[in-house]
Nanobody, 124 residues
């Protein structure tokens, strides 16, 4: 029903910036949310940020607040994650996910569709 493809990852030095993109295709609905999650080596997957379909509501993990910005361009059917002031602890595989619901959630299990992930590596 929904296909998600992330891009924009790479290797950057601490303090640098990256912008991740998540392109969606297939059947999507306005009553939904898109989220960004990350998983570092040896760690559990953790929530980063989310946005509703209209783009007028966002929510961030404490680790992301003030440094990361989630946004979307529905004309391009794409969600973005702008990451500034990157730290080595931000190193992880970043994945976008889709939730078909009228309520938001930070739990990975509440998102039915996932992209393949894009690698972000921050060197010190």
């Amino acid at each position: 029903q929904v296909q998600l493809v992330e891009s924009g990852g790479g290797l950057v030095q601490a303090g640098g910036s990256l912008r991740l993109s998540c392109a969606a295709s297939g059947r999507t609905f306005s009553n939904s949310y898109m989220g960004w999650f990350r998983q570092a080596p040896g760690k559990e997957r953790e929530f980063v940020a989310l946005i509703n379909w209209r783009g007028d509501f966002t929510y961030y993990a404490d680790s992301a607040k003030g440094r990361f910005t989630i946004s979307r361009d529905n004309a391009k059917n794409t969600v973005y994650l702008q990451m500034n002031s990157l730290k080595p602890e931000d190193t992880a595989v970043y994945s976008c996910a889709y939730r078909f619901s009228g309520t938001w959630s930070t739990r990975p299990s509440d998102y039915a569709y996932w992209g393949q992930g894009t690698q972000v590596a921050v060197s010190s």
